[in-house]
């Protein structure tokens, strides 16, 4: 299995939320993986997947791209090997916590951190991204720091959800964690690898479910390479 | 099975979002239930469960409160008829999405229709919940609906995990409804009974989905009287 992904300009940083989800998803199958780096203006090794974005998986000969799409491949591919969504309604269940995941983690993160994010990348790198991202953001990206003092808030209060179930049971799919799990975990490794800002604090359940998150498949996301 | 739920001065007008979601599980899991209404300032029916808030069911002899805890208490004594949550990682997944539910849809939608609530209730009701409410809403109830204009937006946006999730299934779990789709039409459907207000338009996703729901058990939802 050949997991494609993007670093920055040293290509132990990898970052990408939509990747974390799935080297995880990979460990929890136990399946072995090589994790080839990319970079966002050369994806000429991802040509063969018929897909612009990471991840990508070779597996076998197949190419597959989109994370929700080779973690329902590999749930099926792999039957015999731990459930990540623990049958078919969790299975839905959790195409809409990955789309919380997407919508509200994923895009409330995006403006915290990406002044950070960009000072990992190649140079090619950020010629290729910035004015995309400005765009998309409606500013430039060295005024979002500015902004944080709204951005944090409003991400910090978009956790309550998790917050609040995790009082009651240690992950989201329970006693042991899923692909649920996952989803939401990419982004806030994302972060944690990008930027030195100290998003989720101490006391927080969202920290301790992090904390039990970095600890899995011993300790396989803790020893992921900071970028700072 | 008996079932305790809130009513307006008008005994048929019953909006409690908690006990929505419980009505709909009850018909999901084919169970006969009487619907008992009580009043906010007189809860002496509902006394032996220990709870002073609806939903309150009494089970052979078994009186339970909490929408959560009636869900698991259905799903795990009546293992026969169809299930709520399709195994224990889809109920864990569940308790997140009903987490999401609280945080997001009864909250975001009480600034936007408690004006029109409480239109519904008896005076010594309107007595006992204008206080409480309008200390936590920081604000006048009859000033809640000058700030429409931007609760009704954020509310909308609020829906987007919602919404592109029904863009690939019919419901939050699969081709079928479970309890993660009655946690959330519970509140949605708390707005279309207590307001006018048109939320969600034709044309969105989830507007689709809400008749999907209404449809459920022959139009039992739909058959609910409104309050306007």
């Known amino acids: 299995m050949k997991l494609y992904e993007l670093s920055g300009a040293d290509d132990e940083i990898r970052f990408s939320p939509f990747v974390i989800r799935i080297k995880m998803a990979l460990k929890h199958k ?38 929700w799409d ?41 403006p915290i951190i990406v002044a950070d994010i960009i000072t990992h990348f190649t140079p090619e790198d950020r010629e ?11 500013m430039k990206i060295s005024d979002t720091p500015k902004i944080r ?26 006693p042991n964690p899923g692909y649920a799990d996952y989803s939401a975990f990419g982004p806030i490794q994302w972060a944690r690898i990008a930027s030195p800002v100290e998003l989720i604090k101490e006391g927080d359940p969202v920290y301790d479910w992090r904390e039990r998150m970095l600890d899995l498949f011993s300790g396989f996301a803790r020893s992921s390479k900071l970028g700072y």
């Not at 966002?40 to 990508?56: A, H, M, Q, R, Y």
């Not at 003092?149 to 329970?174: A, E, H, V, W, Y």
């Open 149 to 174: 003092d709204k951005t944090i808030p409003k991400f910090n209060s978009s956790l309550t959800p998790l917050r609040t179930m995790l009082k009651s049971q240690p992950f989201i799919c329970g």
């Open 30 to 67: 136990g399946l072995d993986f090589d994790a080839i780096p990319i970079k966002f203006n050369d994806k000429s090794l991802i040509e063969p997947s018929g897909v612009k974005t990471v991840p990508v998986i070779e597996d076998n000969g197949k190419w597959l791209g989109e994370s």
């Open 70 to 110: 080779i973690a329902c491949y590999l749930e099926d591919i792999y039957p015999d090997k731990p459930s990540l969504f623990g049958g078919e309604m969790g299975r839905h269940q959790a195409k809409f916590i990955n789309s919380w995941s997407d919508a509200v983690l994923v895009r409330g993160l995006f």
């Open 128 to 138: 290729y991204f910035i004015p995309l991202r400005e765009k998309l953001l409606g």
